[in-house]
T-cell receptor, first 111, second 116 residues
Framework: GENVEQHPSTLSVQEGDSAVIKCTYS??????FPWYKQELGKRPQLIID?????GEKKDQRIAVTLNKTAKHFSLHITETQPEDSAVYFC??????????FGAGTILRVKS | GAVVSQHPSWVICKSGTSVKIECRSL??????MFWYRQFPKQSLMLMAT?????????EQGVEKDKFLINHASLTLSTLTVTSAHPEDSSFYIC????????????FGEGSRLTVL
């Protein structure tokens, strides 16, 4: 089955700097790669996703890149703000099938 | 996005009792819902896939007789933790696919279960 690895486990950045979180997946058939943000005690919120027919997607300060050959994808957050502090999870799936999550990255944005 | 509601948001129970958690899709129909379990500071682990009108599919290592799942309608799935023990204490989260076949999941608020 699919296995998703996520790095780093914790990331501290200064406000205004960029943050990058990387994930690798094992199943070459996976074609859907979402990123979720989870604040303490709350539900995961979808922040951006990318499908296998696209190499990059951007939404304001957030971008995701996908390298299908290497089987890895990354989340990029620019101009970080304190409210970006949370746990971020990457995930992978085949359309309509179960999502497999990475271990999560605790992002701390220091002001 | 699609709205998924989960109830209760927290519950405390005694060992040996059973607890039922409801997951509802409020503005769409969900033939498939997923139940996840999350321990503190850990990732979401899929427990089972709930299929409307048929038996749930459980992940390896998840006891189906302990975690009963019923998906009786297109908008409601329930998870019952039977004969709960302290080690069952966890954050349980359901999710549903907003648009079938897209893989895009929307999550309920989660239910924090504490078994004394």
């Amino acid at each position: 089955g699919e296995n998703v690895e996520q790095h780093p486990s914790t990331l501290s950045v200064q406000e205004g700097d960029s943050a990058v979180i990387k994930c690798t997946y094992s199943d070459s058939a996976s074609n859907y790669f979402p990123w979720y943000k989870q604040e303490l005690g709350k539900r995961p919120q979808l922040i951006i996703d990318i499908r296998s027919n696209v190499g990059e997607k951007k939404d304001q300060r957030i971008a995701v890149t996908l390298n299908k050959t290497a089987k890895h994808f990354s989340l990029h957050i620019t101009e970080t703000q304190p409210e970006d502090s949370a746990v971020y999870f990457c995930a992978a799936s085949i359309y309509g099938n179960k999502l497999v999550f990475g271990a999560g990255t605790i992002l701390r944005v220091k002001s | 996005g699609a709205v998924v509601s989960q109830h209760p948001s927290w519950v405390i129970c005694k060992s040996g009792t059973s607890v039922k958690i409801e997951c509802r899709s409020l503005d769409f129909q969900a033939t498939t819902m997923f139940w996840y379990r999350q321990f503190p500071k850990q990732s979401l682990m899929l427990m089972a896939t709930s299929n409307e009108g048929s038996k749930a599919t459980y992940e390896q290592g998840v006891e189906k007789d302990k975690f009963l799942i019923n998906h009786a309608s297109l908008t409601l799935s329930t998870l019952t933790v039977t004969s709960a023990h302290p080690e069952d204490s966890s954050f349980y989260i359901c999710s549903a696919e907003g648009r079938q076949g897209t893989g895009e999941l929307f999550f309920g608020e989660g239910s924090r279960l504490t078994v004394l």
